[in-house]
C-alpha cells in the first residue's frame, strides 16, 4: 500500500505545480492581453494588468492588415500534416527494423541518428538549399515539407523503437504461425497494437513541424501563395512601427489548429496507453 503523502509534501507538489504551470502559461496569456489592447498604449507607462480600453478589435483587423492570413493558416496546416504523414511513412518502417532485426552497423546507425537529433537545421540550411536547388524543388510546399520530415525521422525513430520494444514477440510468432508474412504481421498485428506509440509520435511531429517552418519558408520558398503562417506573422512587422496587438491575436489565432488536434488525440492516448498488448 502506497503511504499517504504528508501535509508539506503536498505543499512543495502543488507548489510545483503551480509555479511550472505559470511559467509556461504566463506567455500566453501577456499575449492575449496585449492583442486586447490599443496598439499605442501597449507599452503605456505606469503599467496596467486590466485596462478599460480592452477590446477584441485587433482580432477583426488583422484579416484586413495581412489579407492572406487564413491561406498562410492553410498552408501550415497543410505543410504540418504531410510532414507528418511522411515521416511516418518512414518512421515506423525504420524503427521495427531497429527493433526486430539484428543486422551489421544496426548500433551505429542508431548513433548516428541521435547526432542528427543534436544538429540543427541552421546549420545545414546552404547543403540543404543546394538539394533544393538541383532537384527544382524551390518555391513548392515539397521544398519545406521534405526537410521537416527528414529532421523528425531520427526522433520518431528512437521513439517508436521504444514502444516496438514493448510489444511481445508472441504475438508476431503467433501471426507467424498461421502463414503470415512480416510485412502482414506488421500492417494487421504488430501496428494495431501500436497505435498509442504512433500518435504520441504523430502529435510530436506535428507540433513541431508546425512551430518550425519559418527557416525553411524564408530560405526555400519567394511564392507568397506557399507561405506558411510564421511568414504572415512576418508580414505584421512594418519599416517603421510593429502591429503588436494585431500580431498577437494572429500568434493566438494561429496555434489554434495544433490546440484542437492536441485536445482531440488526448484522450485516445490516454485511453490507449492504459490498456495492454496482452492478457496475463
Not at 492575449?32 to 490599443?38: I, N, T
Request: neutral net charge; proline residues 5%.
Amino acid at each position: 500500500m502506497i503511504d499517504r503523502y504528508r501535509w508539506y509534501e503536498l505543499v512543495l507538489i502543488y507548489a510545483g505545480i503551480l509555479l511550472t504551470l505559470i511559467f509556461l502559461l504566463a506567455p500566453f496569456l501577456e499575449a492575449f492581453m496585449v492583442s486586447l489592447r490599443p496598439l499605442e498604449l501597449i507599452f503605456r507607462i505606469p503599467y496596467r494588468f486590466f485596462t478599460d480600453d480592452m477590446s477584441f478589435d485587433a482580432y477583426a483587423a488583422m484579416w484586413s492588415s495581412v489579407p492572406g492570413l487564413p491561406l498562410y493558416i492553410f498552408n501550415s496546416f497543410f505543410i504540418a500534416v504531410s510532414v507528418t504523414v511522411l515521416a511516418l511513412a518512414c518512421i515506423i518502417p525504420a524503427a521495427y527494423a531497429v527493433s526486430r532485426f539484428t543486422f551489421f552497423g544496426r548500433d551505429a546507425i542508431l548513433a548516428a541518428f541521435l547526432g542528427i537529433n543534436m544538429i540543427g537545421a541552421a546549420v545545414l540550411i546552404i547543403p540543404l538549399y543546394k538539394l533544393m536547388l538541383s532537384a527544382g524543388l524551390l518555391n513548392t510546399y515539397l521544398a519545406m515539407i521534405i526537410p521537416g520530415a527528414a529532421f523528425s525521422v531520427p526522433t520518431g525513430i528512437f521513439l517508436m523503437r521504444s514502444y516496438f520494444l514493448r510489444i511481445p514477440r508472441e504475438l508476431e510468432e503467433a501471426a507467424y504461425v498461421d502463414g503470415a508474412g512480416r510485412l502482414y504481421t506488421l500492417w494487421r498485428v504488430i501496428l494495431p497494437v501500436s497505435l498509442p506509440g504512433i500518435m504520441v509520435v504523430a502529435i510530436t511531429t506535428f507540433i513541431a513541424a508546425y512551430a518550425q517552418q519559418f527557416l525553411f519558408a524564408l530560405t526555400f520558398n519567394a511564392v507568397d501563395a506557399y507561405n506558411p503562417l510564421p511568414m504572415g506573422l512576418y508580414q505584421f512587422f512594418g519599416r517603421e512601427r510593429v502591429l503588436w496587438n494585431e500580431l498577437m491575436a494572429a500568434s493566438l489565432t494561429g496555434i489554434l489548429p495544433v490546440l484542437l488536434v492536441y485536445l482531440f488525440l488526448q484522450r485516445h492516448i490516454v485511453a490507449g496507453l492504459t490498456s495492454g498488448a496482452v492478457k496475463e
